[in-house]
């Protein structure tokens, strides 16, 4: 059988209405769902049983696996995890994974969970609390695709839409460019989407933007150029005489960036010993963003998944701010979220799901996971920052709000439902560690990915596209769905999630009910018949899917309805996309109503005008409890970053870690998914991108193999010698599947968070690109490319 994403052939193809192509990803589930290592059957590491305390634990990823019966599996977990609550209470139980505990976990007391700032670093708290709004939320504020083609410039910090974006935001960008727009590229990398489009590329060592965003401030005040109306009416705290009521006024902006009080004017020469750009080129952006007119100011998140992160957004919304391009056409701020809207797709969305109907179960150690967390709260809740999972398990405390630091006593550690944490976390060398030290270790998976490979009991678990039906996938840009349709039955004896929830669930006594309170069938009709899609006028929800008597299937609830497609017709399309055209009502100019009248439209901020000064991110980062940072844009130097691969830095003596590795999302994977498939590791080797500079220094050539290490780990991988990254900076993908040689600690696969370390810093961010490292040609045996090694086929 034949298993290709389709592409998307619907209508005609135009910059107004682009067919959405399908991606390498996508074109490699084939790969995936029908993998040889596919994991077939429930499976028990050999030289564990329930009971407690730690039976060796320490064989954790080393031991061999023995087959279980389903029955035999769910009997051993549901009694080891009933022993662990009645012995140690729900709290002992950590649910390390974004997507949230179980339901079977919540149902039988609640977990403690993790909360964290992942894909947003210092975006998510700092927008909210500097820009107002966009609760529960981060507070977005780029304008609709459309937009990009009135602006004049555009500026790409840190973004590389053609690896990490879906949408087709090269295509968008290509049709600014032809209607005028100059476009500029910051990022430590001359990436594809400067290759592509860029008039101008800015090198920028990582982790040290907020000290080029101070250098630009100083730029614009010295000459004038900012726009002071702007900052006037619309923000407070850029200068002495427009802080918010109660602040110190020496604390203002403006001050710190002249160096009034500390004596330190932030100059392009200051800055460009710290940030690596040359002078001339901080100069230059300066005086191209105040004068050329609409600027499109734009970033990813990744700049700000570092040490510090929150410094780096808000020098990125000050900066932005000084040049007033808000709120008009073709004049934004702000950054983008590549993954769930894409690049440009900004906006509402024109297309909605129906709810499934399903109500969650509520934690009861609990109300906080994922983004969500409210460090003031002084209540009785277990929930660890990402970044301390793994510490808190090892050392028993962990960094509680403003309650302090608390003890815990982890015994457990449930992997069930989505997410790889051990792979995806910071500080991965120590949450091997962490694993090792509990009494259990439950995962389930496709593969035995990461997880799997350091748990103790594993359930095969089926892919999405093995599940029963047809239904509609909304995760994509804001104008078009997808369809999904079962394509196999469950492979070997894999079972959806669901079924080992409920039946873990009966076993400590739950009702089925409570768990799977509807059939699959029904939630996938009130998916479908409670479908949107905006009327042509922009405002109007109009029901999507005409459904028929016939379309409703037995045992399901449900009315016929008119829409504006049928089913049969959504099935045979796969997709459907609202036409576009230039001028039409699903445009969108991101905070126009604030620009238009902020006196009507104030935002939800203390002071209801941007906070240049923003003492509640100040205050929210003390309450969290890792490092304190003052109300405005600072520059800091981070605990790993580049001033940290120096020993000596005021004599330039290089240290022990002398370079800065990024670890990016890449074409290869989504994350560790896809990261098995023999082909796509082909197609895209995941090999250490390094200067030539660096490498020559170390007699490294194209292809040699080398060690990288760090403080917290080490890793084999394939050198790609090129001038496409910065000297001093190194670049892997994240996050290859860490295959470690047990004989001498060290990964194999180039596995990014077996190097990086479980830092803490600011409202709570993983700091994933600012870690210090070596490298040094490898003397043992050169790695083979990892696309011929063999899978991870188990024989039980
Ligand atoms: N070094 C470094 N690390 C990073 C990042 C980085 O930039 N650098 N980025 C971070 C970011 S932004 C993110 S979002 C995280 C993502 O990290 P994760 O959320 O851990 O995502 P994946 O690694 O893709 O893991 C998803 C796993 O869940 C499984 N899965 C998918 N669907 C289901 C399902 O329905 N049921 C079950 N049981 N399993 C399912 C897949 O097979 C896969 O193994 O990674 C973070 N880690
Ligand atoms: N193919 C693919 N696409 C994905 C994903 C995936 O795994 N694979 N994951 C999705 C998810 S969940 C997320 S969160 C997004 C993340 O997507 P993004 O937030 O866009 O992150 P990256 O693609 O890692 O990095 C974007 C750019 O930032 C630059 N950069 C990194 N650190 C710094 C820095 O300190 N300063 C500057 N100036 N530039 C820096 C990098 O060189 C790179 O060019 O991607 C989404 N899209
Ligand atoms: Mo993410």
Redesign the pocket.
């Known amino acids: 059988m034949a298993l290709f994403q389709k592409t998307d052939t619907l209508g005609e193809d135009g910059f107004d209405n682009p067919q959405m192509r399908g991606c390498a990803r996508g074109r490699s589930l084939r790969g995936l769902v029908f993998g040889a290592d596919r994991l077939k059957y429930p499976i028990k590491r050999k030289n564990w049983q329930p009971g407690g305390e730690n039976v060796n634990g320490h064989l954790r990823g080393k031991d061999e696996w023995e087959r279980l019966s389903w029955e035999e599996a769910l009997d051993m977990a549901a009694t080891e995890t009933k022993r662990i609550i009645d012995t140690y209470g729900n709290v002992s139980i950590l649910t390390p994974k974004?997507a949230g505990p179980n339901r079977f976990l919540c149902s039988v007391g609640g977990t403690t969970s993790q909360w964290c700032c992942?894909?947003s670093g210092g975006f998510y708290w700092t927008s909210q609390k500097m820009i107002g709004g966009g609760w529960p939320y981060h507070a977005l504020t780029l304008s609709d695709r459309f937009e990009y083609r009135d602006s004049k410039l555009i500026v790409l910090w840190g973004h590389n839409p053609t690896w990490a974006s879906q949408g087709g935001a090269i295509y968008h960008l290509m049709a600014a460019k032809e209607a005028g727009a100059k476009i500029i590229v910051v990022d430590p990398i001359y990436h594809d989407a400067a290759k592509i489009v860029a008039d101008e590329f800015i090198p920028v060592r990582p982790a040290t933007d907020a000290a080029f965003f101070l250098a630009l401030a100083h730029e614009m005040i010295i000459n004038n150029l900012q726009d002071q109306e702007f900052l006037d009416k619309y923000c407070v705290g850029f200068d002495a005489e427009h802080m918010p009521e109660g602040a110190d006024p020496t604390g203002n902006f403006k001050d710190y960036v002249l160096g009034t009080y500390d004596g330190m004017p932030k100059t392009a020469e200051w800055a460009s010993k710290i940030c690596g750009t040359p002078v001339e080129m901080i100069k230059s952006l300066a005086q191209q963003m105040a004068t050329i007119k609409p600027l499109a100011f734009t970033c990813t998140r990744a700049p700000a998944?570092t040490y510090h992160g929150d410094q780096f957004a808000q020098g990125f919304l000050t900066v932005g701010w000084m040049t007033g391009e808000v709120g008009k056409k073709g004049s934004m701020v702000g950054h983008v979220v590549t993954?769930n809207v894409g690049s440009f797709h900004n906006g509402p969305r024109l297309i909605a799901a129906g709810s499934s109907g399903v109500p969650g179960i509520a934690n009861p150690v609990s109300p906080y996971r994922h983004y969500q967390i409210d460090p003031f709260d002084e209540g009785d809740w277990s929930t660890i920052n990402q970044s301390e999972v793994w510490d808190a398990t090892i050392d028993g405390k962990y960094q509680h709000g403003v309650r302090g630091v608390l003890p815990i006593d982890i015994r457990m550690i449930n992997h069930?439902?989505?997410?790889?944490?051990l792979?995806?976390?910071?500080g991965m060398t120590r949450g091997i560690e962490a694993h090792r030290k509990v009494d259990f270790v439950l995962a389930?998976?496709?593969f035995m990915?990461t997880n799997a490979r350091y748990a103790d009991i594993v359930f095969p678990?089926t892919t999405?596209w093995e599940a029963e039906g047809r239904t509609l996938l909304t995760k994509t840009n804001k104008e078009m769905v997808l369809a999904i349709e079962q394509i196999t039955e469950p492979l070997f004896e894999a079972k959806p999630?669901i079924y080992l929830e409920e039946e873990l669930a009966v076993r400590l006594g739950v009702d089925r009910e409570v768990i799977a309170p509807l059939s699959r069938a029904q939630q996938i009709h009130n998916q479908l018949a409670g479908a949107t899609v905006l009327a042509e006028d922009g405002v109007t929800k109009e029901t999507l899917f005409t459904i028929t008597a016939a379309d409703i299937p037995s045992g399901v609830e449900g009315e016929p309805q008119q829409g504006k497609i049928t089913l049969d017709q959504f099935f045979t399309d796969k997709v459907y996309r609202v036409k576009r055209s230039p001028g039409d009502n699903y445009g969108y100019t991101a905070l126009k109503d604030y620009i238009d009248d902020p006196v009507a439209n104030p935002r939800e901020t203390s002071t209801g005008k941007f906070e240049i000064y923003c003492q509640a991110i100040s205050d929210w980062c003390d309450a969290v409890g890792y490092t304190s940072k003052p109300p405005i844009a600072v520059y800091q130097v981070p605990e790993e970053g580049y001033e940290t691969t120096f020993s000596d830095w005021e004599n330039q003596v290089k240290g022990p870690y002398p370079l800065q590795l990024l670890?990016?999302?890449c074409l290869r994977t989504?994350?560790?998914?896809y990261d098995n498939v023999p082909y796509v590791r082909e197609a895209f080797p995941n090999e250490l991108l390094i200067n030539p500079v660096d490498a020559n220094e170390r007699g490294v050539k194209n292809g040699d193999t080398v060690l990288i290490t760090s403080k917290h780990g080490k890793s084999l991988r394939i050198a790609s010698v090129s001038e496409r990254i910065m000297p001093g900076v190194l670049r892997l993908d994240?996050?290859s599947w860490v295959d470690v040689d047990e004989e001498d600690g060290i990964d194999r696969a180039g596995s990014?968070?077996y190097l990086?370390g479980p830092l803490k810093s600011g409202s709570g961010i993983q700091a994933?690109n600012n870690c210090n490292v070596q490298v040094e040609k490898w003397t043992g045996t050169p790695l083979e490319p990892d696309c011929l090694w063999p899978q991870r086929v188990l024989e039980v």
């Open positions: 974004n992942t894909s998944r993954s069930m439902g989505s997410g790889c944490g792979n995806q976390y910071p389930d998976g496709y990915h678990i999405p999630d670890a990016l999302h989504v994350h560790s998914s994240q996050c990014p968070n990086i994933w």
